[in-house]
């Protein structure tokens, strides 16, 4: 008799540490994930359920630090992002009245045309959500086409959304402003200020230095749309803008 053959058809679920049993339920049944199992005694267990895809939860080891956020993670690979992102803001925004775009919990931000996104839970975990036609090579430090802004730009734009990493982005950004925004264009300069009071609001910075240097500018119609065009999906904009 011989032996069963194996099958592609394996099913994988991430295990992640849980340092809350409450707060771990709580964000993910806002977000509108069903609890399949959940057990605190004699050890934590959490089985999580939404749309195609489980997410299960364990003890944290000893000493875990979800600030840290290096917890645990997924990836979560869809044929696009955007409806996700959008489900997610609108169940947050239902059951908070707000999007948590700082600290624990929380939900990156989702710029049009990118490719993924990240839900950072209370445990540090990291739910990131990428689409399956996402380029596979990056030019990390900004593409070798660009120069000068334009560039430091499209390497927060790798930091923020490929590297999780806000802070890093915004220490480029302020160099690059000082080295090259009195030689950019008004409207290239007023975009890498927008993203500066975003990521100022997203790590609890002082926000006022960028703002005032941005309503300090002179913008042509031409450079306001340019900027809504890129920059529509942030909601405060047009009270930043001069």
């Known amino acids: ?36 199992y959940k057990q ?6 959490l089985a999580l359920r939404w749309s195609g895809f ?3 939860f364990g003890p944290a080891p000893k000493g875990l630090d979800p600030a840290r956020e290096k917890s645990g993670g997924c990836l979560v690979m869809v044929d696009a992002v955007a409806p996700y992102h959008a489900a997610f803001v609108a169940a947050l925004r239902r059951v908070h009245g707000k999007v948590p775009g700082s600290g624990l919990p929380r939900i990156t931000r989702y710029r049009p045309g990118a490719s993924r996104f990240t839900l950072i839970d209370p445990s540090g975990n990291s739910i990131i959500f990428i ?4 380029p596979t090579e990056l030019e990390y430090g900004g593409s070798k086409k660009l120069t000068g802004l334009a560039k430091a730009l499209d390497n927060a734009r790798i ?23 009195a030689d950019a264009p008004a409207a290239e300069r007023a975009i890498a200020l927008c993203h500066l009071i975003d990521l100022a609001a997203v790590l609890g910075e ?37």
């Not at 605190?40 to 267990?45: C, D, E, G, L, R």
Request: some cysteine; hydrophobic content about 40%; glycine content about 2%.
């Open 54 to 56: 489980h997410l299960h």
């Open 131 to 134: 689409q399956r036609d996402e």
């Open 206 to 242: 002082p926000a006022d230095p960028w703002a005032a240097d941005l309503r300090a500018l002179e913008l042509t119609d031409d450079d306001r749309q340019r900027i809504e065009a890129e920059l529509g999906h942030l909601a405060e904009l047009q009270e930043w803008l001069p």
């Open 159 to 181: 930091l923020r959304e490929f590297k999780n990493d806000d802070l890093q982005a915004f220490r480029a950004l302020k160099s690059a402003v000082r080295r090259h925004g």
């Open 1 to 36: 008799m011989s032996e069963p053959a194996i099958r592609p058809n394996e099913t994988t679920v991430p295990l992640m540490p849980c340092a809350s049993v409450e707060e771990t339920l709580a964000f993910y049944e806002a977000l509108g994930f069903e609890a399949t």
């Open 40 to 45: 605190s005694k004699p050890y934590v267990y």
